[in-house]
C-alpha cells in the first residue's frame, strides 16, 4: 500500500502532472481508443461481497467490520487488486502480440509501478529542488518518464533491433495510433480512452466498461474530495493562492491553465522543437509556472496536506509513513 506522500503524489497534480501536456499534445487529436465492452470485473468503489457499509458510520468509507470499501491504489483498488489486473493484462498483450507475430515479454507489475510512481520527480532531485527546476513539470518536463519507458527495457530492445519499417508495424500493433499511451500511462491516469492495439484489447478484457472512458472517476477520490473538510481546505488553498496574485479555486485548476496555454503555443507541435516568438513565449510561460508551482506548493503545505492525511486514514486505515 503507498504511503500518503505517493498517494498524494498520484491524486492531485501538484505534484505530478496529466502527460497530456507533453509529447501527447500532437496527438490529441487522435482517437487510438475507441470503444469496448468490460471484462465483467467488480466495479472498484463498490461494496466488498459479503460486506456492507455501516449506515450512519462515522466512517462511510469503511464496512461494518472497519474494512474499507475503496483500496488505495488506481481505480479504487488494492495494491493486491491492482497488480493482479495489471499482470493479468500484460499476459493478454503478450498474446496478442505473439499472434500478430511479434516478440513480447509481458512487463512485471514491480516494474510498471516504479514507472507509475515516478511523475513529479527527476533522478538526483528532491521533491523541492524538481519544484524550483521544473515548477509542476506541465511546461518544463518533456521527457517525462511514463512516456519514455515505452515498452520497458526488453520490449525496448526487441524494437530497437527491428527494421524500421517494422517499427511501424510493431508500435501500431502494440499501441495503435497512439504510441505514447501504453498501460502504465493509461493506469497511472486511469485513462484508457487514449489506448489502442493489443494495449486496448488487453485492457478491454481486464478494466471495466466505466473505467475504460476517459470520463472515469476514482470513488475514493470523490468520497475524499466531498469530505467537508477537504471542501475547506481547498478553498482555504485558493485563499492562500489570491493572497499572492493567483486566482485558482482548485489545484487541478492550475494545470488546466498552464495546459490550455502550452496547446495554444504549440499548435499541436512538439513543444521541444518551436522555435522564434513560439519559442519566446514558452519560455515566458515556463517561468510563470515556476512561480506559481512555488507558491501553488507553499499553500498546498500549509492548508492541505495535514487535512488530507487525517481524511485518508479515516477511510483506508493507517497507511505506512
Not at 469503511?62 to 499482470?87: I, K, P, Q
Not at 488530507?308 to 497507511?319: C, I, K, N, P, T
Amino acid at each position: 500500500m503507498p504511503t500518503n506522500e505517493s498517494r498524494r503524489a498520484r491524486r492531485r497534480p501538484l505534484a505530478v502532472v496529466s502527460l497530456a501536456t507533453t509529447l501527447g499534445i500532437a496527438l490529441s487529436a487522435c482517437g487510438g481508443g475507441g470503444g469496448g465492452g468490460g471484462g465483467g470485473s467488480v466495479s472498484p468503489g463498490s461494496t466488498v461481497p459479503g460486506t456492507a457499509a455501516a449506515a450512519g458510520s462515522p466512517n462511510p468509507g469503511s464496512t461494518a467490520s472497519g474494512r474499507a470499501v475503496f483500496g488505495a491504489e488506481e481505480f479504487g483498488l488494492s495494491l493486491e487488486e491492482l497488480a493482479s489486473r495489471v499482470e493479468s493484462t500484460e499476459a493478454l498483450i503478450g498474446t496478442c502480440m505473439s499472434a500478430a507475430g511479434f516478440e513480447y515479454v509481458p512487463i512485471d507489475f514491480a516494474s510498471i509501478k516504479v514507472v507509475m510512481d515516478s511523475g513529479g520527480s527527476a533522478p538526483g532531485l528532491s521533491d523541492e529542488q524538481f519544484v524550483a527546476q521544473f515548477g509542476l513539470g506541465v511546461t518544463t518536463q518533456f521527457d517525462q518518464p511514463l512516456i519514455s519507458f515505452r515498452a520497458g527495457p526488453e520490449n525496448n530492445a526487441v524494437f530497437d533491433g527491428l527494421s524500421e519499417a517494422d517499427h511501424v508495424a510493431y508500435s501500431h500493433t502494440l499501441w495503435g495510433d497512439t504510441p505514447d499511451w501504453n498501460l502504465a500511462r493509461a493506469v497511472e491516469e486511469e485513462d484508457f480512452s487514449q489506448t489502442g492495439g493489443c494495449t486496448r484489447s488487453a485492457a478491454e478484457q481486464s478494466f471495466s466498461t466505466e473505467e475504460l472512458t476517459g470520463s472515469y472517476l476514482n470513488p475514493a477520490d470523490k468520497f475524499i474530495a466531498q469530505d467537508p473538510r477537504m471542501v475547506a481546505a481547498f478553498q482555504a488553498w485558493s485563499d492562500c493562492m489570491r493572497d499572492d496574485g493567483f486566482e485558482y479555486d482548485h489545484p487541478d485548476a492550475i494545470v488546466d491553465d498552464l495546459t490550455e496555454r502550452l496547446a495554444a503555443i504549440a499548435e499541436g507541435q512538439d513543444p521541444r522543437t518551436l522555435t522564434g516568438s513560439a519559442l519566446d513565449a514558452l519560455t515566458e510561460l515556463q517561468g510563470e509556472e515556476l512561480a506559481i508551482a512555488a507558491i501553488a506548493v507553499a499553500c498546498e503545505e500549509d492548508h492541505i496536506v495535514d487535512v488530507e492525511e487525517q481524511v485518508e486514514r479515516e477511510v483506508f486505515g493507517a497507511l505506512p509513513s
